[in-house]
Nanobody
């Protein structure tokens, strides 16, 4: 049974940092591309970042480039999202997700899709 458990969310002031973690189990983590999505109140869910399984190449949506860093630890079956210089517009529920085990996984991410989702962790950026 696939499980994705996010942690690390909370309340932070503008300019602050948080590191989200996603503990994965029930599947061959090393072989899957992983992603972080977010959904702000009243807005559609958007893909924030993803990381490939082979060479760990990464992608970021323009609004977080230079501020967020995705990484993965295959020994711990965990994916991280380091978020620096947080802004109020980063306020959202952040979801960890697995991307399909096929060559089209990146397009699936860009379309907002994923195979499995965590329950999410709330990040609130406010003074």
């Amino acid at each position: 049974q696939v499980q994705l458990v996010e942690s690390g969310g909370g309340l932070v002031q503008p300019g602050g940092s948080l590191r989200l973690s996603c503990a994965a189990s029930g599947f061959a983590f090393s072989f899957y591309a992983m992603a972080w999505f977010r959904q702000a109140p009243g807005k559609e869910r958007e893909g924030v970042s993803c990381i490939s399984p082979e060479d760990e190449s990464t992608y970021y949506v323009d609004s977080v480039k230079g501020r967020f860093t995705i990484s993965r630890d295959k020994a711990k079956n965990t994916v991280y999202l380091q978020m620096n210089n947080l802004k109020p517009e980063d306020t959202a529920v952040y979801y960890c997700a697995t991307l399909p085990l096929d060559s089209n996984w990146f397009n699936t991410f860009l379309d907002g899709g994923a195979d499995y989702w965590g329950k999410g962790t709330l990040v609130t950026v406010s003074s």
